[in-house]
């Protein structure tokens, strides 16, 4: 089994019982001295209280004397005995297993901490208290509170640890909407060019009435402007509305870390978008007032507004774009749809847009270009969702009819989302690509009021158009600057300062401590396995630490040289019944010896010189050396020694029963 289980001969230790039973003239110090059946450890002898004993109620004290007793007077154990023996065994076991455990704490230690590390995250807000701690639900509420606060202000004013690169956070959100979707839907208002037109056309007419004016009355300017101006309402509206559910969503997504406790949870979230709620009513009047400030006066002598004297010069110039050089303003994957249908499907590039063209390459390595697109006389429109494909299309094309890309007419480019859709007209938006906003349902009533128009009714609407223009580009751009600031004064920065001030009040006077800080019967259990099994890491990893430095080590024996055995073991054996008996023949052969006198039996050989005690021949080494000395090939011989004095035992048997 030894060879089985223990190659390297480590793993056992042999222990020989019922030593005091054996035959007389028979004993184990062939097996005790390692030479029978060599083990690494080697064999420990010891001797158990009878069944007579266990009766008579012998202690283990007074059966360990006696044990001590016999090694000491057994004559093929005395010199042993220091090695043999309950307590013997009971130290070469200990020291053993002191061994074992020193071999395996480094591993063990290392396990320790690394759980010990998967864990400490998770028990971060409760690893400085202990879980029989009676303020531990104050602490827990306050150092919830303000870690909701801190995460919060991350996610809204960013933050460098913790990056999350799956999705946009509130943050990144809130700044597309200030800066992408606000700007675009305003854009998307202005440019409804014809109905303007016919707007001011009519209100010029119902200005003269029935009199014929010479010069363009200035109230239809007014009247058309403050209209326009009402019409940013939707869009600033808008933008508050979409600011506010990004800032809810942002509070869920800071609550999820309350979710061991249901009540405080579901608190938190109520009162901090109770206020949100409460701050948005606030931000829309704010901006409507604004907007009413900008209908309530029309200021004509800004700086930046034409007048009439300039607006008529300008009445035949083309609207161009402020280009702001050649920087790039956004790059990304887009699907070319109208062409892939030609070739077989729709296929990917990477685009790059900049203030002046639109580039496409075959992959975002941007070595290989396959067009680039100037962007003069470029718009942009929807194009209706097909019910067979899942992108959102929008489509380019030239306003003077041109071909935009080889033979197409417009380019349709699509994306995966909605979302994404917005986010690219909103960049050609900065690149002076506008949303293309011709009525064409009505080119027929149009240019029917087109014919009917005199040539002073049609300067006086260009002249008016641009005046139009040009304040409704001064009102876009204040009220572009002051509605995020609106939204950020008002609301944002409004709701951060309730976090970190007033909702721990508000979540105390709302309901008991004890019952916002109820747990359900698994997240508590859970919690109170986790604060156990972390104090109990830190304080194995101290005692690990501790036995580390006060325990010595003893090395493990050399291995034994059982080589002979393993040639006697090749050599062609008998049967196991006639294997096994010369085993048990050779110590049986001593009981002759012993009833015969000692002087009959001639001597072993070289190894003679034997003590009046009727010891084995030869000196022993001691136990650790018994190796070497006895597991060596020379020695194999020595066994059958023992054989030949059995031969003329029985010669001598012969010659006393021919005596008398």
Same mark, same amino acid.
């Given at each position: ?596 006198? *000692? !002087?009959?039996?001639? =001597? ?6 034997? +003590?009046? @005690? #009727?010891? /084995? %021949?030869?000196?022993? *080494? !001691?136990?650790?050396? =018994? ?6 090939? +020379?020695? @194999? #011989?020595? /066994? %059958?020694?023992?054989? *030949? !004095? ?13 005596? #008398?």
């Amino acid at each position: 089994m030894e060879d089985k289980v223990g190659k390297r001969g480590l793993r056992t230790i042999g222990v020989i019982t019922k030593l005091d039973l054996m035959d007389e003239g028979t004993d184990a110090r062939d097996i005790l001295e390692n030479k029978l059946l060599p083990l690494r450890r080697g064999y420990v002898g010891v001797v158990n209280r009878s069944q007579k004993d266990i009766d008579g109620k012998k202690d283990i004290k007074a059966a360990m004397l006696a044990e001590r007793k016999f090694f000491l007077s057994h004559p093929a154990y005395r010199h042993i005995a220091d090695r043999m023996g309950t307590p013997h065994l009971q130290k070469v076991l200990n020291q053993q297993l002191t061994n074992h455990i020193r071999d395996t704490l480094p591993n063990f230690r290392n396990k320790l901490q690394a759980q010990m590390l998967s864990i400490e995250h998770e028990v971060e807000a409760y690893k400085n208290f202990k879980p029989e701690d009676p303020t531990r639900k104050t602490k827990a509420l306050l150092q919830m509170v303000q870690q909701f606060a801190v995460d919060f202000e991350k996610r809204i004013e960013g933050s460098g640890d913790q990056v999350d690169t799956l999705e946009l956070s509130g943050g990144a959100k809130i700044n597309r909407i200030f800066h992408e979707r606000f700007p675009f839907e305003i854009v998307k208002m202005e440019f409804n060019e014809k109905e303007l037109r016919r707007e001011i056309s009519y209100a010029i007419k119902n200005i003269h009435g029935i009199r014929t004016g010479l010069f363009t009355p200035d109230m239809a300017f007014e009247a058309i402007v403050k209209k326009q101006i009402v019409k940013l309402k939707g869009p600033s509206l808008k933008s508050v509305d979409l600011v506010m559910q990004e800032l809810i969503n942002t509070v869920k997504k800071c609550t999820k870390k309350l979710a061991n406790f249901p009540r405080l949870c579901e608190e938190t979230e109520r009162i901090v978008a109770n206020h949100i709620r409460e701050r948005e009513g606030k931000t829309k009047d704010q901006v409507l007032l604004l907007i009413d400030i900008q209908v309530s006066y029309i200021n004509t002598n800004h700086e930046d507004f034409i007048g009439f004297a300039n607006a008529q010069q300008r009445s035949s110039q083309v609207h161009k774009k402020n280009t702001i050089g050649n920087q790039v303003i956004r790059k990304g994957w887009l699907t070319i749809s109208n062409i892939g249908i030609m070739k077989g499907g729709s296929k990917g590039y990477w685009f790059v847009l900049t203030a002046e063209s639109l580039s496409w390459y075959k992959d975002d390595e941007e070595k290989e270009k396959k067009y680039m697109l100037p962007l003069d006389n470029l718009k942009v429109r929807d194009v209706e969702k097909s019910f067979m494909s899942s992108k959102h299309i929008f489509a380019i094309f030239n306003t003077e009819q041109r071909n935009v890309y080889k033979d197409y007419r417009f380019l349709e480019l699509a994306c995966d989302s909605q979302e994404d859709v917005d986010s690219w007209k909103a960049s050609l938006l900065r690149a002076g690509v506008y949303p293309d906003k011709s009525l064409t349902e009505n080119d027929e009533n149009g240019q029917a009021e087109n014919f009917s128009l005199d040539p002073q009714l049609e300067r006086q609407v260009e002249t008016i158009r641009n005046l139009v223009d040009s304040y409704m580009s001064i009102i876009n751009k204040c009220i572009r600057d002051l509605i995020p600031k609106t939204i950020m004064h008002l609301m944002i920065n409004n709701v951060k300062d309730f976090i970190n001030s007033e909702l721990l009040a508000q979540l105390y006077s709302s309901e008991d401590q004890n019952t916002l800080m109820e747990e359900s019967a698994e997240q508590a259990q859970r919690r109170d396995e986790m604060l156990h099994m972390y104090q109990a890491l830190k304080e194995a990893l101290v005692i690990i630490g501790d036995i580390n430095t006060a325990t010595t080590f003893i090395p493990a024996p050399p291995p034994v040289d059982d080589s002979w055995i393993q040639h006697t073991r090749r050599s062609p054996p008998p049967s196991p019944t006639t294997q096994r008996r010369p085993t048990l023949s050779t110590p049986l052969a001593r009981p002759g010896s012993g009833r015969g006198p *000692p !002087p009959a039996i001639p =001597s072993p050989g070289p190894h003679s010189g034997a +003590p009046p @005690v #009727p010891f /084995r %021949p030869g000196p022993l *080494p !001691p136990f650790p050396n =018994s190796n070497d000395t006895y597991g060596a090939p +020379p020695q @194999v #011989p020595s /066994r %059958p020694t023992r054989a *030949p !004095p059995s031969v003329p035992r029985f010669g001598a048997m012969k010659d006393e029963a021919a005596e #008398p």
